[in-house]
């Protein structure tokens, strides 16, 4: 168990190293592009969220480019689900659904009135 816990030390202690030397290569790139916080998009989580993805993603790079051996990494493409068309419409509204999933609010609350689903059908 000791081995353990002085492998996890010693991980933890590089991390910190490598966390130490990226923060001061940014704020160095920062400095020499005289570019702010601000300028970057962090003042969201979004930003945090795609700054997290971006330093993800260049880590993952940087490993590809240490074993160029390996395959390339096949490329995520647009999603090939098809569009299903509407299969019901709201007269009032003209909002659409194709009948997949939950059932939208406007069509619950209309078969609450009493109406039937098939009134809704588009044909």
């Keep these: ?35 702010s916080l601000h300028d970057l998009g962090a003042a969201g989580v979004a930003a ?4 997290r993805k971006s330093i993800s993603d260049s880590k993952a790079a940087a490993g590809k ?22 299969k019901y419409k709201h007269a009032k509204s003209g909002a659409t ?9 406007w069509m619950a609350d209309e078969i609450k009135a009493g109406k039937k689903r098939d009134s809704f059908l588009i044909k």
């Design 1 to 35: 168990m000791n081995d353990i816990a002085q492998m996890t030390a010693t991980a933890n202690k590089i991390r910190k190293e490598e966390i130490a030397h990226v923060k001061k290569a940014i704020q160095s790139k920062m400095a020499e592009y005289q570019l």
């Design 48 to 51: 945090y969220a795609s700054a």
């Design 65 to 86: 480019a240490k074993s160029a051996t390996k395959a390339p990494a096949k490329s995520k493409g647009k999603d090939k689900r098809s569009v299903v068309k509407p």
């Design 97 to 105: 659904w194709s009948g997949r999933g939950k059932t939208p609010r």
